[in-house]
């Protein structure tokens, strides 16, 4: 049973820091997202009076829902960290029921901070749609404009 409780709580140890590293990417494409945003928003104001104005204004507002977005994903988040509730209580366990209650803690935070990822992921594709629709629009205003 030992060795089956030593492989969960392993597992449960990797899932863990899968999610971490999850949310570190998803940090980095966010920044990365409100960056472009910026620059491509700095290009709209700057070049507002030889575009189509009511495209250029449609981009403008997806733009600014996009970078809403963005703050929101790179907001700081309720995570839960915490493994060990008292020091002296887990040292009185045996082993199997240190890797029992190790490997139930392990899951029970995993699942608390995937349900936040996932709110977050949702503000994320969200950020994008709204990104791409704004170059959508912001294209079809240069193009207008042209011809």
Not at 49 to 64: E, M, N, Q, S, T
Not at 84 to 107: F, G, V
Not at 108 to 114: A, D, F, G, S
């Amino acid at each position: 049973m030992a060795d089956k409780d030593e492989i969960l709580l392993d597992w449960a140890w990797r899932n863990l820091d899968e999610f971490w590293d999850d949310k570190r990417e998803l940090d980095n494409k966010g920044s990365i997202l409100l960056t472009a945003n910026g620059i491509v928003l700095g290009f709209v104001a700057n070049a507002f009076d030889k575009l189509d104005h009511f495209l250029a204004l449609v981009g403008i507002i997806l733009l600014l829902i996009s970078i809403i977005l963005c703050i929101e994903l790179l907001r700081p988040h309720t995570y839960y960290r915490s493994v060990c509730e008292s020091h002296e209580a887990m040292c009185k366990l045996n082993k199997d029921q240190l890797n029992r209650k190790l490997y139930k803690e392990l899951k029970e935070m995993y699942h608390k901070n995937r349900t936040t990822m996932d709110t977050i992921v949702k503000s994320y594709n969200w950020a994008i749609r709204s990104y791409l629709f704004a170059l959508i629009a912001i294209t079809a205003s240069i193009i207008r404009h042209i011809y």
